[in-house]
C-alpha cells in the first residue's frame, strides 16, 4: 500500500488548517470534555470528507472502522486522533512509542480476551494540534503492537513503524475560525428547526 497516495487525494494544507482550528479556536475546548470526545473527531471526519478533492473516502463511521478508501480496493480505515499521540506538543520532538486507544470493552474486571479481532485494514492516526501529523500503519503492525487494558485495548506502535506522510508546525498558526463548536447549540438549533 503506498499510504503517499492519500497526499494526491486531500488538500492536506487546509486539512491541517481545519483540524488546527477544531481543536484551538475559541469555543473549541468544550470537544475535550470527556462526554464530547467522540464529536470532536466526527468534526475532523467531516472536515476530511470536505477536504477529499478526489472524491474517494467514504465516511462509513461504523464501530470498527471509520473510512473507507475506494481508491485502495475498498480497504477499511479506523481513525484515531488527539494532540499529541505522535509528536510532543511543546517542541514537536517525536516520541519513542505512538500511543492511541483502539477499543473500549465494558466487561467485567476478570476480561479474558487476549485478541483483538480485526476489524480494519488500516490505522490512520492524525495530530491535531503542536505539529499536526498523519500517518498511518496496516492492521499487522497494530497486531503485533497491542496492550490489553482492564477496558479494551490500548496500540503502542514504536515511531518508525508508522508511516508518517505529512507534518505542518501548527505551533506558532494562528486560529482563522470564530465558531462555537458546542454540542448543545447545534441540538438547540435542531430542535428548533424540529418545530419544538
Known sequence: MNYQDFLSWVDVSKFASAC????????????????????????ILGALRRCNHANNIQWIDTIDYDLIFTAWNNSTVEVKTGDGPIYTEKKGDPKKFVEVKLKNIYESKANTRTTLDKTFDHLMIIQNSGTFAIGFVPFDIVSQHLVSLSDGWKARIPFDKVAIIYTQDMRQKSVTWNIDLDPKLWVDKKLIEAGL
Open 20 to 43: 488546527h482550528n477544531i481543536s484551538c479556536a475559541p469555543g473549541s475546548q468544550i470537544l475535550n470534555e470527556h462526554s464530547n470526545r467522540m464529536l470532536k473527531e466526527k468534526y
